[in-house]
């Protein structure tokens, strides 16, 4: 059976570099903690656990004294930078510089909006860690959009512009954009509406990637953690591309999977996908 890893696949580099800022910490105290999941994949996260990575939720942090605590790609919003100089908690920020970048447009945008009695609207996924960063930039009060569907949280009588978290479809936020254009043409205010392009290109370009490569190979395994969103969107693709596709999180899913009379399988990932995973995955394969 020929096995193949897609060369493109694997951490972009706002997770390497969140990566590399925690190995380079746990290298020098030999302990750190780390504000949510350091990205959404179980098994990189465990690797981290045993080099002395502490993962912490919130309200954890909020009860640290004199720590030194990393803030991971996605980012957070400002209250998590008021709460570390209130508790001498010192951060090691991490975040992905185009998310950091998007948190700054925001926070101005939302500024300007709020003078002019208009909305901060963010394409994205309720409660995602980047999602409530950014809404943090708002005060709370962006409007968070999913789908074409909550668009009735909307005003189309007020002013309105429109940013994508950076991890969102390409298509989907298309949808939206011509959506709310559409809304805002029919009520003669067009004028009022603005949109930004904030989405990744390295995400999005990972979308025509992943179904070039998918379509070379009998089988495809798709190797993410659960809880990463660029993971489950790239796997939906994979599969309308090739039915064949497996969704795999850990190596004992592989025992599941029918490999009988396949001879080609392409082994791919998400955006927080590590590619010593997928090498792991490409050894037990290969002794099939």
């Given at each position: 059976?020929?096995v193949v890893?897609d060369?493109?696949?694997?951490?972009?580099?706002?997770?390497?570099?969140?990566?590399e800022?925690?190995?380079?910490?746990?290298?020098e105290?030999?302990h750190?903690?780390?504000l949510?999941d350091?990205?959404?994949n179980?098994e990189?996260?465990?690797?981290?656990?045993?080099?002395?990575?502490q993962?912490?939720?919130?309200?954890?942090?909020?009860?640290?004294r004199d720590?030194r605590?990393?803030i991971?790609a996605?980012?957070?919003?400002?209250?998590t930078?008021?709460?570390?100089?209130?508790?001498?908690v010192?951060l090691i920020?991490?975040?992905?510089q185009?998310?950091?970048k998007?948190?700054?447009?925001i926070?101005a945008s939302?500024?300007?909006?709020?003078?002019?009695?208009?909305?901060?609207?963010?394409?994205?996924?309720q409660g995602?860690a980047e999602?409530v960063?950014l809404?943090g930039?708002?005060c709370?009060?962006?409007?968070?959009?999913s789908?074409?569907?909550?668009?009735?949280?909307v005003?189309?009588h007020r002013p309105a512009?429109l940013?994508s978290q950076?991890t969102?479809?390409?298509e989907e936020?298309?949808k939206?954009?011509?959506?709310?254009?559409?809304?805002?043409?029919a009520?003669?205010l067009?004028t009022?509406?603005?949109?930004?392009?904030?989405i990744?290109?390295?995400?999005?370009?990972r979308a025509?990637?992943?179904q070039?490569?998918?379509v070379?190979?009998?089988?495809?395994?798709?190797v993410?953690?659960?809880?990463?969103?660029?993971g489950?969107?790239?796997f939906?693709?994979?599969r309308?591309?090739?039915?064949?596709s497996?969704?795999v999180?850990?190596?004992?899913?592989?025992?599941d999977?029918?490999f009988?009379?396949i001879s080609?399988v392409?082994?791919c990932g998400?955006?927080?996908?590590?590619?010593?995973?997928?090498?792991r995955?490409?050894?037990?394969?290969?002794?099939?």
């Open positions: 059976m020929r890893i060369k493109d696949s694997g951490f972009c580099f706002g997770v390497v570099h969140a990566i800022a925690a190995e380079k910490a746990l290298r105290e030999g750190l903690f780390c949510g350091i990205v959404h179980n990189e996260v465990r690797r981290l656990e045993e080099k002395g990575l993962i912490i939720d919130e309200e954890t942090f909020d009860k640290l720590a605590v990393l991971r996605h980012g957070e919003p400002p209250r930078y008021a709460k570390a100089e209130q508790n001498r010192e920020d991490a975040t992905c185009v998310v950091l998007l948190q700054r447009d926070a939302y500024r300007r909006m709020k003078a002019a009695d208009g909305q901060v609207v963010i394409y994205g996924k995602h999602v960063g809404l930039q708002t709370q009060e962006g409007i968070v959009v789908s074409v569907g909550d668009l009735d949280k005003d189309f512009v940013y950076t969102q479809s390409v936020y298309t939206i954009i011509a959506e709310m254009r559409s809304r805002f043409q009520v003669g067009e009022l509406f603005e949109y930004h392009d904030t990744c290109r390295r995400v999005a370009n025509r990637q992943i070039e490569f998918a070379q190979y009998e089988a495809v395994i798709f993410s953690g659960e809880k990463s969103s660029n489950l969107y790239l939906d693709l994979c309308q591309i090739n039915p064949r497996y969704f999180s850990h190596l004992g899913q592989l025992d999977i029918p009988e009379g080609s392409g082994i998400a955006t927080s996908t590590p590619m010593w995973l997928m090498q995955v490409a050894e037990v394969l290969a002794a099939k």
